[in-house]
């Protein structure tokens, strides 16, 4: 009885996470190339307590430097992605 107690509520505990991931996958499906290349170099580090902010800067950089992304296009990117990014830590 106690096993399965422990069981329902870690799945219940874990349901709000996956529903956060669920809503930002489905965000990011609408993002432009630049903002899915943003949003996939940050999504492995959301976790409660990133400064989502700064992941987003320092990826955002990182992809620039390396020419993936025009200056010029970085900064609306990010600004989506991070709106995407958002959902996933609900």
Do not use: H, W, Y
């Amino acid at each position: 009885m106690r096993f399965t107690s422990a069981v329902l509520l870690l799945a219940l505990s874990a349901a709000p996470a996956l529903a956060g991931q669920t809503e930002a996958q489905n965000c990011a499906a609408g993002l432009d190339a630049n903002g899915q290349l943003i949003f996939n170099a940050v999504l492995p580090q959301v976790t409660p307590s990133v400064d989502l902010k700064g992941a987003v800067t320092t990826a955002t950089k990182s992809l620039v430097t390396s020419g993936q992304i025009t200056r010029a296009d970085a900064r609306p990117a990010a600004m989506a992605a991070g709106e995407c990014l958002k959902l996933a830590m609900q």
